[in-house]
Nanobody
Framework: QVQLVESGGGVVQSGGSLRLSCAASGAVSYINSMSWYLQVPGKERDLVASVTTVGETNIVDSVKGRFTISRDNVKNTVYLHMSGLRPADTGVYYC?????????????????WGQGAQVTVTA
């Protein structure tokens, strides 16, 4: 199994910056990709950014140029660097990891989730 612990959330003024961290433990060698999602109350959870084990990154257009994603393979930690924050960026950011776990007959992809980190951007 994989456990994900998030940190780095908080309150910041518009135009400010924050860095979210997601530390993975457990079966970290089986993780194929890690992602960040944003959820606003009453809305669906939306993908923000992702990174694979080979370094391929994806950032959605709405935050491209302001957010970046990076990984520290030694510390098994993924970061979301957020700059030029806007009130629309406010919400709970969830870290996710997709791991290919060995099962009886085949490898089974399973998604694990962090506990969520609240980010509030004031005007």
């Amino acid at each position: 199994q994989v456990q994900l612990v998030e940190s780095g959330g908080g309150v910041v003024q518009s135009g400010g910056s924050l860095r979210l961290s997601c530390a993975a433990s457990g079966a970290v060698s089986y993780i194929n990709s890690m992602s960040w999602y944003l959820q606003v109350p009453g809305k669906e959870r939306d993908l923000v950014a992702s990174v694979t084990t080979v370094g391929e990154t994806n950032i959605v257009d709405s935050v491209k140029g302001r957010f970046t994603i990076s990984r520290d393979n030694v510390k098994n930690t993924v970061y979301l660097h957020m700059s030029g924050l806007r009130p629309a960026d406010t919400g709970v950011y969830y870290c996710a990891a997709v791991a290919g776990l060995p099962m009886l007959t085949k490898t089974h992809d399973v998604t694990f989730w962090g506990q969520g980190a609240q980010v509030t951007v004031t005007a």
